[in-house]
């Protein structure tokens, strides 16, 4: 058992350097620079099997320069098993070969830098390991081991960059072609924010960094952007609210649960368009944005809307009795209608008049009261015509909409009276805002920016 150990511990076998972007292959086109970069180590490492293949299983085998310089910076096969006293007689026979760390200083420094990297997330940790490449789980007279390839940081640099370009045209194109500029502009969300204009952020706990400078930061980014599809595992989360009730409920909360802080960063809701809700989703791979729905708009569908017979809901739509998917939107289908005067029947269309460009344009609503409002003000527009009281509304969710939405006309959204106070209240309050208060509101902000220096310098440092 032991030399087979040694042997494969010491010279991977040559599959495992003919690896594979963790993610980025599924998008990236280019492969040219990475290939040759993995044939010469591939090369490499066959030239290194082929000289030792007339050595016996018996013998230890000690790693090449070549192979040294790739476990510190291309990948390396980690073992891992339950401490019994077979590992601890193979721990010694390497020892005493030198065929792995001569010293304990560098055992050391290994399982430093291991811990280190399991800890910031480097190294990804899933239940679905059998799923994965990089695992290989596998018994042996009864005791169980886990072989793992760590790939280290040049691995990382070379998918990321391969990964970055062709994901991000991938996005770009996927939301260009799928929202519309009307759409983006006419949708309001409510976040909280503080003092900085900055977005509030749930920070997972487990989160904490070991490493604070700004290389371990940029190689953390780096890692967990390559491994977030494989991992499903997001440090932040920041929410986007379609209703502003919602928003400042949110915002109490926070307040509520950690006084001291909000105190001190001034909290208060800012009014984001669809467009910018879009883009952080996009840019950012440690971090998720999570669209909250309106919760009054949901409950009343599906206890009251959804059983109206004047309701169409898209085949595609997940939906129940006590569930609905994503944020309800109302659109008013074309109506059959006679003409009292002349008894020709015809179609009517609904759309929205927009007086400030005197265009009509498909109207999407967020709320049900909205939809027939906006209808009653449309039969009184064409009283020659014998229209139904309530018209037939197809029901999806919006954010599939938008990910569907193949028209080239101008679609308006159409907020809930709610957010339309809101936002006009907000508006109201910025343009009337005096020279005195903007100044104001700036010192108070660079205040909180020297109080936080002061305290970086004044409070107590841990000891390294």
């Not at 059959?336 to 005067?341: G, V």
């Not at 104001?440 to 107590?460: D, G, H």
Request: proline share 3%.
């Amino acid at each position: 058992m032991f030399p087979i150990y040694a042997k494969n511990f010491v010279l991977p076998k040559f599959q495992i350097y003919d690896t594979q972007c963790v993610f980025a292959s599924k998008y990236a086109k280019n492969y040219k620079s990475r290939s040759l970069l993995k044939s010469f180590i591939a090369k490499k490492m066959t030239a290194s099997l082929i000289n030792n293949k007339n050595k016996t299983f018996d013998k230890f085998a000690s790693r090449s320069l070549w192979q040294k310089l790739v476990n510190q910076y291309w990948q390396e096969t980690v073992y891992l098993s339950i401490a019994n006293s077979d590992s601890d007689i193979y721990t010694k026979k390497i020892q005493s070969h030198n065929s792995l760390y001569n010293h304990n200083i560098d055992y050391k420094y290994f399982l430093n830098k291991f811990i280190k990297s399991l800890v910031n997330d480097q190294i990804p940790v899933s239940f679905n390991m059998l799923l994965n490449d990089d695992y290989v789980l596998f018994n042996k007279n009864y005791n169980m081991y886990l072989k793992y390839i760590w790939r280290k940081k040049l691995y990382l640099y070379v998918n990321y960059f391969n990964f970055f370009s062709n994901y991000s045209l991938m996005l770009k194109n996927k939301t260009s072609k799928s929202v519309t500029e009307s759409i983006y502009n006419s949708l309001p969300l409510f976040s909280v924010k503080n003092l900085s204009n900055q977005i509030i952020m749930a920070e997972l706990g487990e989160s904490v960094k070991l490493d604070k400078n700004f290389i371990s930061s940029w190689f953390n980014y780096i890692s967990s952007s390559l491994i977030k599809q494989k991992n499903n595992k997001m440090r932040h989360t920041g929410l986007f609210f379609i209703n502003p009730e919602d928003a400042l409920e949110y915002q109490n909360y926070i307040q509520a649960n950690h006084m001291q802080s909000s105190r001190n960063y001034n909290l208060s809701l800012s009014i984001n368009s669809i467009y910018h809700y879009y883009k952080l989703l996009s840019s950012f791979c440690n971090a998720d944005f999570r669209l909250i729905p309106d919760l009054k708009e949901i409950s009343d569908f599906i206890y009251k809307y959804q059983y109206y017979k004047n309701i169409i809901i898209d085949k595609n739509q997940l939906y129940g009795k006590n569930y609905f998917k994503g944020q309800p939107i109302y659109m008013i289908k074309t109506t059959k209608a006679k003409d009292k005067n002349t008894n020709i029947i015809k179609d009517l269309e609904y759309n929205y008049f927009n007086s400030s460009s005197s265009n009509h344009y498909p109207a999407i609503f967020l709320n049900y009261k909205n939809a027939i409002l906006a209808w009653n003000n449309f039969k009184e527009q064409h009283v020659d015509y014998i229209l139904p009281l309530r018209p037939h509304l197809y029901v999806y969710n919006l954010e599939d909409f938008i990910q569907s939405y193949t028209r080239d006309t101008k679609t308006l959204v159409i907020p809930g009276c709610k957010a339309y106070s809101s936002v006009r209240k907000y508006t109201l309050q910025k343009s009337h805002l005096t020279f005195k208060e903007k100044i104001r509101y700036n010192a108070l902000f660079t205040q909180k920016i020297i109080e936080r220096v002061v305290w970086s310098l004044t409070s107590r440092q841990p000891l390294r």
